[in-house]
């Protein structure tokens, strides 16, 4: 088949845009390696924080544990010296007030010593009267009678006032005994009145969670600006209707019709593009008129609208 004129040229230009779309495919691949990377970055960083975080909280949920097991031993200590301490406080207790009984006793017993010594007495001197027979003056030993008598009165006045001073310096030293005995046990009991709290873990909303998927994904397919690109530098080198028709690199693709040749017509948009165009499949053109249709670098099919009975538009909205 003999070559056109505009063959070369045409040739030129496609694989040149070719080349700008592989490049710009190449740049979107090294852009999607670089946030990549960024990503992995990012979730070990994240893994990291939240690593050290679990850490922290178990360690501290452990430390807490460890005070509040020793807090509970001290108290069980202080419960223990409590009851020793009542023990030894009824024990002194006890002993002071036998004591103290021990010593109203005694002062009992001479009391009653005292007492039967001053009977014995009277007795004597009643006596002693008796066996003189009388004397010429009755009085006088009727006087000596009384005041005999006077004088066991005044001692057992005096007796009774001793008595009773011994009694109530008793129950006075055994009352004083009473309130250090409640005193010593109240002191006792206020060392271990108030339990110790134990502390418990934080209440808060714990570590804090970041959901973060790392860098923003990068599109690396070929959009319409891409084939614009590619065009624009075929136009430099001879290409008007040269574009990137692969069935791969499109979406949302609808049958609309035939051309006059038997070419399928399709409106379609590109992926990652929202506009919608109207044009041929390169699949479809290379059964038909395979002379237009070319592989880029890239592995894309491309089609030279020039060559074919279709055009490549834009669908007004």
Known sequence: ???????????AGVLQMGG????????RHAQK?????????????????????SYKHTFSDAMLDIENQRTQEVFDIKLGLYDDQIEINKSAANSA?????????????QA?????????????????????????????????????????????????????????????????????????DYTAWSRIAIAP????????????????????????????GDIMSGASAGLQTGISLAAISDYELKENIEHVGKSSSGIHIYEFSYIGENTRYRGAMAQDVIVKVPEAVSEMDNGYLGVNYDLIDVQMEKVKS
């Open 1 to 11: 088949m003999p070559i056109g004129p505009l063959a070369l040229p045409i040739a």
């Open 20 to 27: 700008s779309l592989f490049g710009a495919s190449r740049k």
């Open 33 to 53: 390696a670089q946030a990549a990377h960024a990503h992995i970055l990012r979730q070990q960083q994240l893994a990291n924080q939240a690593a050290q975080a």
């Open 97 to 109: 007030s036998s004591a103290e009984q021990f010593k109203l006793n005694e002062q009992m017993e």
């Open 112 to 184: 009653a010593l005292n007492r039967n010594r001053m009977f014995k007495e009277l007795i004597a001197v009643q006596g002693a009267q008796a066996a003189r027979g009388g004397t010429a003056s009755r009085s006088r030993d009727r006087a000596d009678l009384i005041n005999s008598l006077g004088e066991f009165g005044r001692e057992q006045q005096e007796f009774n006032k001793t008595i009773y001073s011994a009694r109530s310096a008793h129950n006075q030293r055994m009352a004083a005994i009473v309130g250090q005995h409640e005193n010593a």
């Open 197 to 224: 709290a134990l502390k418990l873990p934080g209440q808060g909303l714990g570590p804090e969670s970041i959901n973060v998927v790392g860098a923003a994904p990068v599109d690396t397919s070929i959009g319409f």
